[in-house]
């Protein structure tokens, strides 16, 4: 009886075979309420992982031509598939929100891009290709906001950490893979055009 229940209790869209129309709506309803992006096979697990990636890839298509034309789309990074605000509609919303600009000193900017263009670093390869000492905040900086990361430690003497970007700095770059990375000299206009939150202001040398 209590199975029986249950069942009643279950809504009709989840009891019932669902059509292309339902699968759809369940997408979009949680791409629209998460807060992180969702890959595929995290989508998958909406549907019991009894549909296919392709299908779910399919489906998020038709999802995001449909947004085209809206203030909103469905956009695919290297954590998944989001929702997020147009660019040209993000200086409306910053009007009910007013953000400080973001301000990047050199050398954050300097270190994020050797990290990013020649990933793994050490802290010494930076300060080699720097000409300088990178002070220990700037890593800690990075770091704190998801953008670094260490991936590993060289074998040589003193096993120095290497410093790899993360999945965060992709998608918040609107990036699937680190062969999207723009030239170098654009990069600092690319993390401003996306950034939301400040770095902050670190100095260049010393801890």
Do not use: C
Not at 4 to 24: A, F, G, M, V
Not at 80 to 96: H, M, S
């Amino acid at each position: 009886m209590s199975a029986q229940l249950n069942q009643l209790k279950q809504p009709e869209i989840l009891r019932d075979t669902l059509n292309s129309s339902d699968t759809k709506r369940i997408l979009e309803a949680v791409l629209l309420t998460t807060q992180e992006p969702l890959s595929v096979s995290e989508l998958r697990k909406l549907f019991g992982n009894e549909l296919e990636a392709a299908v779910i890839a399919s489906f998020l298509e038709e999802l995001r031509e449909k947004w085209l034309d809206s203030g909103v789309e469905l956009v695919n990074v290297a954590g998944g598939w989001r929702f997020q605000t147009k660019a040209e509609i993000q200086p409306f919303l910053d009007r009910l929100n007013p953000q400080k600009a973001p301000r990047y000193s050199r050398a954050v900017m300097e270190t994020l891009a050797i990290i990013a263009y020649r990933q793994p670093v050490t802290r010494g390869d930076i300060e080699e290709i720097r000409g300088v000492g990178v002070s220990s905040n700037i890593l800690k900086t990075l770091s704190t906001r998801g953008w670094i990361d260490t991936v590993g430690h060289r074998d040589v003497p003193g096993r120095p950490a290497l410093f790899a970007t993360t999945q965060f700095f992709l998608n918040d770059l609107n990036l699937q893979s680190l062969e999207q990375l723009p030239p170098l000299d654009e990069l600092g206009s690319l993390v401003e055009k996306n950034e939301e939150l400040p770095l902050e202001e670190v100095d260049a040398t010393g801890d």
